[in-house]
């Protein structure tokens, strides 16, 4: 069974920080290149970074230099390091695997706000 579970977030100023954790089911941790999406009000969900099995990071443009995607395989966790908050970042955060689509399972999602 498929387990997601986002947490961490909240109401932040424009330049705090804020991480986000996801415990994420073995039957999909381990064996996938996991990612952070994001969706806006308004917005299509999108993948802001991403950690494959053997640790390599990806970032999107609009993240770079201030997220930092890590995550505890012992713990099967995935954590999202969010530094120097902009008010454009607000969004629910969720995890999955890089390559989910909208037909795969999502958790409930993490809101992040940030005020300006």
């Known amino acids: 069974q498929v387990q997601l579970v986002e947490s961490g977030g909240g109401l932040v100023q424009a330049g705090g920080s804020l991480r986000l954790s996801c415990a994420a089911s073995?039957?999909?941790?381990?064996?996938?290149?996991m990612g952070w999406f994001r969706q806006a009000p308004g917005k299509e969900r999108e993948l802001v970074a991403a950690i494959t099995i053997g640790g390599s990071t990806d970032y999107a443009d609009s993240v770079k230099g201030r997220f930092t995607i890590a995550k505890d395989n012992a713990r099967a966790t995935v954590y999202l390091q969010m530094n120097s908050l902009k008010p454009e970042d607000t969004a629910v955060y969720y995890c999955?695997?890089?390559?989910?689509?909208?037909?795969?399972?999502w958790g409930q999602g993490t809101q992040v706000t940030v005020s300006s």
């Open positions: 073995r039957s999909i941790f381990g064996i996938n290149t």
């Open positions: 999955n695997k890089r390559s989910a689509s909208i037909y795969h399972y």
